[in-house]
């Protein structure tokens, strides 16, 4: 049976790819992808938490199921977006996308 | 147990790595899938056999999809995955990050509980979420949250006249 | 005068105040007929006038000082209180009469002499503000108001030399005069400073008590003295700042008798007969006065022996006669200067408005193109030789009596001023005559045909020169010495035919008699050529012409080279170079490191998001380290 460590250590690390990968990625889907990943690895520590901390009350993974509700929603916001600024500059290449400067 | 949870945890980790790494951006968009997948899985080696439905449903069924539909109405796919100047730094930054957050899962110290975890938990959660002393007003929260970012979308994306 | 009400003071200085008001804000905005705006300046005047010769007589029946509390203008602290009051004593009513009578006679004289200008009202309405400030001036119990009105009479010069403000020599004029006469206005207000510091109040009476009471000490009596003397050299035009009066001349005539002959230029000998007590408790301050007074009355004397426009003669021939003043206060006491101030002002007033009767009909001031002007303007002619001969200091005229007192009191006691005025009296006689026979006597060389002046201009001038002649009278007897403090009582025929008997007065009328002579001789009956004569003193004659480049030295060398080129070009440097410097050093430090500091934020999102990550790591690195 892995330990509460196990699983935290495997949700830093979905964490930490998912953030490296919003750095690094210059399309903007793509970032919103590695923003899921994100997501999905706080969800599992906190699952984790739930499983391990507080096995019979349940609260980690209430608090997941909002993250859920609240992911999609960000994910449909962030397409939204992202479309929306396709159709207006015929690119979603963040490194173009500067004007939010001086 | 504990074969499904390495096979599942390097399978997650791979295929988030791999979102990043492949080139073609369709095949990073199946990894995601895939990593969604592995992660349902990582859940019910936790025994949260509902949230293993909901991520199955929700993550691998709608967003992945929204993800894919978009890739194709940008037609990203032709200019693939490409990455930016910022690659060392932010491998340099976020490996800090991630062996700071495993020294500290390692050495601290969590007050372990010794019961049994509740299985099922769909009841339970069930309860907890519509129970008017639980989490309902939350749930209602959500409810608009979800109805706003329906319209938001669609004033987003309606074409100005 | 104890008995008169309080309102007829303050009605005095009042009602030229109110016709300025009226006329200037009223009539002008309404643009009513510009000679209502005369009319009511001159009603006002009047009244003042009036007034102030029924003083003047209440104050020969009963001398005495009146003095009236007023109101509480401001207070600041403790300790500073500052009333607006009157002190009326004889002094101010000797000023107070020679003031409004020249005012309205002059007011009077304009009626005719300005008859085609433009901006009646505007003249008329700062006629009415002058006399107002020249009455409040006198009037005033109070250093601090008194210099206030020191200021406004300034200002209605300078608005009055630059009536014409569209030739530019009367701008340039104008300016000149206001700058100079600042320059002394710098020494009144330290003056000011330095008396309200030893005695805490502006109140004359109070610093004069204070100073007779010892409270103050010398130095400081005499640097305040010294301070307000220099007021009064600005004001009264006293070598070294003269330059400005002769350029004055270019306002209009009336302007030049009230304003620059008669009133406001005898408001600094007025200042030095009011702050007497003062100047009493300090030797060296009067000794100054004497010796400034003196140099000024040969200076502008000689200077005035070349001049070629009669109104330059006359302005350095004012120059001259005030400094005259100054030595008779500085050597004789208040009443000496006074006194002459009093019979200057009625025949400098009245050669003023000869010069603009004659101008009024030639169009002209250069004395070149005048001659033969005696048959064709008879009453100009006598009422301008009569002027002429006063001022000249011919028996029994006013001017007379007045010098005769100055050189009394300066043989009494410096010797070298002695022979400074006697010389002074000579050069007095010749070049005035040296005017009466170039413009009246002779053949005409001018253009055009001359004609004798309306009657409105006539009257005034007829007026004045009865009292030119006769004004001297008022002293045979002793009066006005008495009213200012120097009792001599004898009858009126020792008074007038006395003089004789002393050897003092037949040397100064033979100088006179002789500077007079030698003018017929030499501009009359050309016995000897003045061309001749100046062009066997090439250098006298040049340096006389240029005024002893007093003008080229503060223009080109003070104003020029001193100030601009080193002093303010200096200020200039440092302003730009240190103060500047430092402000826009520090404004471009800022501007640089901005600009640097602006290329993190380059508006890519990730760029923000992986600084953001490194803090975070970093601080998730320190907490783990230091754990």
């Known amino acids: 049976m892995p330990g509460l460590e196990h699983y935290l250590i495997l949700s830093g690390l979905l964490f930490c790819i998912g953030l490296a990968g919003a750095v690094i990625k210059r399309s903007a889907i793509v970032i919103l992808m590695c923003i899921e990943i994100m997501l999905t690895g706080v969800n599992i520590a906190m699952v984790a938490f739930s499983r391990f901390i507080t096995p019979v009350e349940l609260t980690g993974q209430i608090f997941t199921v909002f993250i859920i509700v609240v992911a999609a929603a960000e994910i449909a916001i962030g397409l939204a977006i992202i479309l929306a600024l396709y159709r207006n500059r015929n690119t979603i290449d963040t490194q173009k996308i500067d004007l939010l400067k001086w | ?161 | 005068m104890n008995d008169i009400a309080e309102i007829v003071f303050w009605m005095i200085p009042g009602l030229p105040l109110a016709a300025f008001v009226i006329v200037f804000i009223g009539l002008r905005v309404l643009r009513v007929n510009d000679w209502l705006g005369a009319l009511l300046s001159i009603i006002a005047t009047t009244a003042s006038f009036a007034l102030s010769v029924w003083l003047g007589i209440r104050l020969l029946i009963q001398p005495q000082t009146r003095l009236i509390e007023g109101f509480s203008w401001f207070s600041a602290g403790t300790g500073m209180n500052v009333d607006v009051g009157l002190l009326v004593n004889p002094l101010t009513v000797i000023m107070l009469v020679v003031v409004s009578t020249i005012s309205l006679m002059v007011q009077i004289y304009s009626v005719g002499y300005m008859r085609r200008d433009g901006g009646i009202n505007r003249y008329f309405s700062f006629i009415s503000l002058f006399t107002f400030a020249m009455l409040s001036l006198v009037m005033s119990n109070n250093l601090l108001i008194m210099f206030m009105s020191w200021e406004m009479v300034g200002l209605c010069s300078y608005l009055l030399i630059g009536f014409w403000f569209h030739r530019p020599e009367a701008a340039k004029a104008a300016k000149k005069a206001f700058f100079i006469t600042r320059i002394g206005d710098f020494g009144f207000l330290a003056a000011l400073l330095i008396l309200f510091n030893a005695t805490g109040t502006f109140d004359i009476e109070g610093i004069h008590q204070a100073a007779a009471a010892g409270i103050v000490s010398a130095t400081a009596i005499t640097w305040a003295a010294l301070g307000i003397f220099f007021g009064a050299v600005g004001k009264s035009a006293q070598f070294p700042l003269h330059t400005w009066l002769p350029d004055a001349m270019e306002g209009p005539t009336p302007v030049s008798a009230l304003i620059h002959a008669a009133t406001m230029v005898a408001a600094g000998v007025f200042l030095v007969a009011r702050m007497y007590p003062l100047f009493e408790q300090s030797e060296s301050a009067l000794t100054v006065v004497a010796v400034v007074g003196g140099i000024t009355a040969l200076l502008a004397a000689t200077i005035a022996l070349v001049m070629w426009d009669i109104k330059k003669v006359l302005a350095y021939s004012t120059i001259s006669q005030l400094g005259y003043m100054m030595l008779g206060i500085g050597l004789g006491g208040v009443w000496v200067g006074i006194f002459h101030l009093f019979t200057h002002a009625f025949f400098k007033a009245l050669l003023f408005m000869g010069a603009g009767s004659v101008s009024h009909s030639t169009h002209t001031f250069d004395m070149r193109e005048m001659g033969g002007l005696g048959r064709k303007m008879p009453i100009t002619c006598i009422t301008f030789v009569a002027g002429a001969l006063s001022l000249s200091g011919l028996w029994p005229l006013a001017g007379f009596f007045s010098k005769e007192e100055i050189l009394g009191s300066a043989l009494e006691s410096q010797l070298i001023l002695f022979g400074i005025v006697l010389a002074t009296v000579f050069l007095t006689a010749f070049y005035m005559f040296r005017v009466v026979f170039l413009t009246f006597g002779g053949k005409y060389k001018g253009k055009g045909k001359p004609h004798e002046s309306p009657l409105v201009m006539l009257a005034p001038m007829l007026i004045m020169a009865v009292l030119a002649i006769s004004a001297g009278w008022l002293n045979a007897d002793g009066t006005i010495g008495s009213l200012l403090g120097e009792e001599s009582n004898h009858s009126w025929t020792t008074g007038i035919f006395g003089v004789f008997t002393h050897s003092l007065t037949w040397v100064s009328l033979l100088l006179a008699a002789a500077g007079i002579m030698l003018a017929w001789a030499m501009y009359s009956k050309n016995w000897f050529s003045p061309k001749k004569v100046s062009s066997r003193f090439t250098s006298v004659n040049s340096l006389l012409l240029h005024k002893y480049w007093f003008d080229e030295l503060y223009e080109n060398i003070i104003g020029s080279r001193l100030l601009n080129n080193g002093l303010f070009r200096f200020f200039e440097i440092a302003d730009e170079r240190i103060i500047d410097g430092a402000v826009n050093g520090l404004a471009s430090l800022t501007n640089y490191t901005g600009s640097m500091a602006r290329r993190v934020q380059n508006g890519k999102l990730q760029n923000y998001l992986l600084i953001f990550i490194t803090g975070v790591a970093i601080i998730a690195l320190v907490a783990i380290i230091i754990n």
């Open chain 2, 1 to 161: 147990m504990q074969i499904a949870f390495w096979i599942l945890a390097v399978l997650a980790v791979v295929s988030a790595a791999g979102v990043i790494w492949q080139k073609n951006l369709f095949r990073a968009a199946l990894l995601l899938v895939l990593c969604f997948l592995a992660v349902a899985g990582i859940f019910v080696t936790l025994s949260a056999d509902f949230l293993a439905a909901v991520q199955l449903i929700i993550n691998v069924g709608a967003v992945a999809i929204l993800i894919i539909m978009s890739i194709m109405l940008t037609r990203e796919v032709t200019s693939g995955n490409p990455s930016g100047k910022l690659g060392l730094p932010a491998l340099a930054a976020t490996g800090v990050l991630a062996f700071s957050i495993i020294i500290t899962s390692v050495s601290s110290y969590w007050p372990l509980s010794s019961s049994s975890p509740l299985e099922p938990t769909t009841a339970a959660l069930a309860n907890l979420l519509f129970e008017n002393d639980g989490f309902i007003f939350l749930i209602q929260l959500g409810a608009i949250l979800l109805l706003t970012t329906i319209i938001g979308a669609i004033v987003l994306l309606r074409k100005e006249d």
